[in-house]
């Protein structure tokens, strides 16, 4: 079984400052993914990292990355130069059974950015 | 445009009364699931289907039914909708060849059953 953990239900930022989101995750597998997603008040989800396990190299993509700890199984999200576009809820999400490919979400980081 | 298409968006029903959720697909992918969100739960889902005919329970399956005739469409079907199934539903898909794994989502249907 896989499960993935986000201890913080909420957090709030002022604009500008640097935010970090944590996740935790369990899997048995070696060969895994690992994403987060973001899901604003419209409701959409939108795929805001990717991380791949056999990957050493944190992923990154423009004001956000990501610190990928293996060994500890901690995925956590790094914002910075945080935009009030970025209040959202977050969610963590992990892959690793290949055979039903299922993506196991997190319970989400309810995140606001102050003006 | 890729993209996920569901309807309806939102809907009010009553106890009982059979509904389907529609969704379609236009990137040709072979992977489709279903998942409801519902307050500090997180998505879980429901049923997913590898390819044309290919279906197989998610986490949380009772009381839905799916099909995949066609590999566009991945229709969720409430036989009789109790008022524990109000929750907001989201249906996927992606590809099963390369090595992405990134999951595309369509926009969300609100579901109240009262």
């Known amino acids: 079984a896989q499960t993935v953990t986000q201890s913080q239900p909420e957090m709030s930022v002022q604009e500008a400052e640097t935010v970090t989101l944590s996740c935790t995750y369990d899997?048995?597998?070696?060969?895994?993914?690992l994403f987060w997603y973001k899901q604003p008040p419209s409701r959409q989800m939108i795929l805001v990292i990717r991380?791949?396990?056999?990957?050493?190299q944190n992923a990154t993509e423009n004001r956000f990355s990501v610190n990928f700890q293996k060994a500890a199984k901690s995925f956590s999200l790094k914002i910075s130069d945080s935009q009030l576009g970025d209040t959202a809820m977050y969610f963590c999400?992990?892959?690793?059974?290949?055979?039903?490919?299922?993506?196991?979400f997190g319970t989400g980081t309810r995140l606001t950015i102050i003006p | 445009e890729a993209q996920v298409t569901q309807n309806p968006r939102y809907l009010i029903t009553v106890t009982g009364k059979k509904l389907t959720v529609t969704c379609s697909q236009n990137?040709?992918?072979?992977?489709m699931s279903w998942y409801r969100q519902d307050p500090g739960l997180g998505l879980r889902q429901i049923y997913y289907?590898?390819?044309?005919?290919?279906?197989d329970k998610g986490d949380v399956p009772e009381g839905y039914k799916v099909s995949r005739k066609e590999k566009r469409n991945f229709p969720l079907i409430l036989e009789s909708p109790s008022p524990n199934q109000t929750s907001l539903y989201f249906c996927?898909?992606?590809?099963?060849?390369?090595?992405?794994?990134?999951?595309?989502f369509g926009e969300g249907s609100r579901l109240t059953v009262l």
């Open positions: 996927a898909s992606r590809s099963t060849g390369g090595g992405s794994r990134v999951l595309f």
């Open positions: 899997t048995s597998e070696s060969n895994y993914y």
């Open positions: 991380q791949e396990a056999y990957k050493q």
């Open positions: 999400a992990l892959i690793s059974n290949f055979g039903n490919e299922k993506l196991t």
């Open positions: 990137m040709n992918h072979e992977y």
């Open positions: 289907s590898m390819n044309v005919e290919v279906t």
